[in-house]
Nanobody, 122 residues
Framework: QVQLVESGGGSVQAGGSLRLTCTASGSTDSIKCMGWYRQAPGQEREEIANIDEDGTTNYADSVRGRFNIYQDKAENTLYLQMNSLKLDDTAMYYC????????????????WGHGTQVTVSS
């Protein structure tokens, strides 16, 4: 089993920045892909970014150029730097870990964190 704990969410004005953190623990040897999803009220959960063990990244069009995903493998920690935040970025953000990345998809057994809320206001 893998446990994921997110932090760093909060409220920010449009145009501002936030950094999300996800710390993994447990049986992490099987994890070769980590990523971030988000779910806005009334909408489906969508994957927005992932990174594989080699550091290859993938982004959804909605966040490319504004968000940056990176990891500290030694600390089993995943980050999402979010810049130029927009009202549409308001959502619950979830960290996920999986066996592999396939483009902007995470495959195999998938583990989830409990989420951290990001609210962008005007």
């Amino acid at each position: 089993q893998v446990q994921l704990v997110e932090s760093g969410g909060g409220s920010v004005q449009a145009g501002g920045s936030l950094r999300l953190t996800c710390t993994a623990s447990g049986s992490t040897d099987s994890i070769k892909c980590m990523g971030w999803y988000r779910q806005a009220p009334g909408q489906e959960r969508e994957e927005i970014a992932n990174i594989d063990e080699d550091g290859t990244t993938n982004y959804a069009d909605s966040v490319r150029g504004r968000f940056n995903i990176y990891q500290d493998k030694a600390e089993n920690t995943l980050y999402l730097q979010m810049n130029s935040l927009k009202l549409d970025d308001t959502a619950m953000y979830y960290c996920a870990a999986a066996a592999y990345c396939s483009g902007l998809n995470m495959g195999g057994n998938k583990y989830w964190g409990h989420g951290t809320q990001v609210t962008v206001s005007s």
